[in-house]
């Protein structure tokens, strides 16, 4: 069984803080990995995908990703009200797995 | 370009009744997904097809079957409902590549009496 996980939470950050979501996954052939966020009562939305071990920036997000230590996790800088949510942490093979998610709440 | 769509958006069963929820896709993908979503749960997989003319059995597939009709569709089908399977149902596609993403339908709020 693939297993993804995720601490569930709730993560509270204040404005302008870096939140920081972790993932461990138990497929150690899994190739690709995504994050999604998702509002409450809505759909999940794409945030970023990695597939090389290292970092991946996109504005103030960044991916990291630890083959080896079958680690991803999610960096949130200048972390704004709007980005709380729960966060999605996604591991493709050709059945996508995701985990339970982590909730983020960041207070003004 | 209206993406997964998804109908119903809403449903109420009683248990042992039988419904099938729609899902369609109009971005050419090749791939189709069905996950559930309870609360604290995450998403988990019921099923996938990897491309038209193959299902497959994801982390909960009891209670269920789908059936992939074309390229563009993929119907999940709950033949005798139970209240374990009142959740949200989302339907989700992807081209089928390594790093594509997936698109997500707006999801089916399905309460089993």
């Known amino acids: 069984q693939k297993e993804v996980e995720q601490n569930s939470g709730p993560l509270s950050v204040p404005e302008g803080a870096i939140a920081s979501l972790n993932c461990t996954y138990s497929d150690r052939g899994s190739q690709s990995f995504f994050w999604y966020r998702q509002y409450s009562g809505k759909s999940p939305e794409l945030i970023m995908f990695i597939y090389s071990n290292g970092d991946k920036e996109d504005g103030r997000f960044t991916a990291q990703l630890n083959k080896a230590s079958q680690y991803v996790s999610l960096l949130i800088r200048d972390s704004q009200p709007s980005d709380s949510a729960t966060y999605l942490c996604a591991v493709n093979d050709n059945d996508m797995r995701f985990g339970a998610g982590t909730r983020l709440t960041v207070k003004p | 370009n209206a993406g997964v769509t998804q109908t119903p958006k809403f449903q109420v069963l009683k248990t042992g009744q039988s419904m099938t929820l729609q899902c369609a896709q109009d971005?050419?993908?090749?791939?189709m997904y069905w996950y559930r979503q309870d609360p604290g749960m995450g998403l988990r997989l019921i099923y996938y097809?990897?491309?038209?003319?193959?299902?497959d059995k994801g982390e909960v597939p009891n209670g269920y079957n789908v059936s992939r009709l074309n390229k563009r569709e993929f119907s999940l089908r709950l033949e005798s409902a139970a209240p374990s399977q009142t959740s949200v149902y989302f339907c989700?596609?992807?081209?089928?590549?390594?790093?594509?993403?997936?698109?997500f339908g707006p999801g089916t709020r399905l309460t089993v009496l």
């Open positions: 097809s990897a491309s038209e003319g193959t299902t």
């Open positions: 971005m050419n993908h090749n791939s």
């Open positions: 989700a596609s992807r081209m089928g590549l390594r790093i594509d993403e997936q698109f």
